[in-house]
Structure formats: structure tokens, C-alpha cells
């Protein structure tokens, strides 16, 4: 069984930044693409940003390109994102989730990731 657990949430101000950490549990962490969604209250999750198995390759949705960074460690068996020039638009319950398939490429498709974490909640105030 895979267990996900976000951490480093928290109230931040417009321009602010935050880093979260997602720790992963079992032995095959780093044969799976991870990524980070969120989700505003009356809205669908969304792809934030997504990592391959390798960490070689990372991909973003427009919405945070140039302002959010994504990185894993395989040998920690963790995923980061770290968000920077925060905007009130940002705030959203942010979810790390493992790609369903080995070695695959990130998508931006939830139901294409398999096991999730419960979340952690990120606010920007304007």
C-alpha cells in the first residue's frame, strides 16, 4: 500500500512563497511520475505540475510556469513543489498524487494517478 502525505501549507501574502513536501511510502517510488494538483472550493482538481520517474523532465500548467517549481528525491522518497509570487488565485487545497502507470510520462488527467494524498491547504491573501 502507497501512502502520500503533504506538508507545508499555510496562510501566505500575494508575492509570498511556500515550499510543500510530499513524503512517500514503499520501495518503488522512483518508478513513478508524481504530481501536484489542486483545488479551489466549486471547482475540479487541476494539474499543477507533474515529474517524471527520473525527475529528468517536469511539466507545469500555464497558470504557474516561471513561478512554481517542481523537484523529487528518490533516495528520500519525496516530492516538492515550490511556489513563488504567490497570487490570491493560488489558493486551493494542493494534492500530491503517483502516476497509475510505471515509467510514465506526467499527465494532466487526475484519474490517470492512482494513489493520493488527503492534502494540505495553501491561502493567499490579496
Known amino acids: 500500500q502507497v501512502q502520500l502525505v503533504e506538508s507545508g501549507g499555510g496562510l501566505v501574502q500575494a508575492g509570498g512563497s511556500l515550499r510543500l513536501s510530499c513524503a512517500a511510502s514503499g520501495r518503488t517510488f522512483s518508478a513513478y511520475a508524481m504530481g501536484w494538483f489542486r483545488q479551489a472550493p466549486g471547482t475540479e482538481r487541476e494539474f499543477v505540475a507533474g515529474i517524471s520517474w527520473s525527475g529528468g523532465r517536469s511539466y507545469y500548467a500555464d497558470s504557474v510556469k516561471e513561478r512554481f517549481t517542481i523537484s523529487r528525491d528518490n533516495a528520500k522518497n519525496t516530492v516538492r513543489l515550490d511556489m513563488t509570487s504567490l497570487k490570491p488565485e493560488d489558493t486551493a487545497v494542493y494534492y500530491c498524487?503517483?502516476?497509475?502507470?510505471?515509467?510514465?510520462?506526467?499527465?494532466?488527467?487526475?484519474?490517470?494517478?492512482?494513489?493520493w494524498g488527503q492534502g494540505t491547504q495553501v491561502t493567499v491573501s490579496s
Open positions: 498524487a503517483r502516476k497509475t502507470e510505471l515509467y510514465a510520462t506526467p499527465t494532466y488527467s487526475p484519474q490517470e494517478y492512482d494513489y
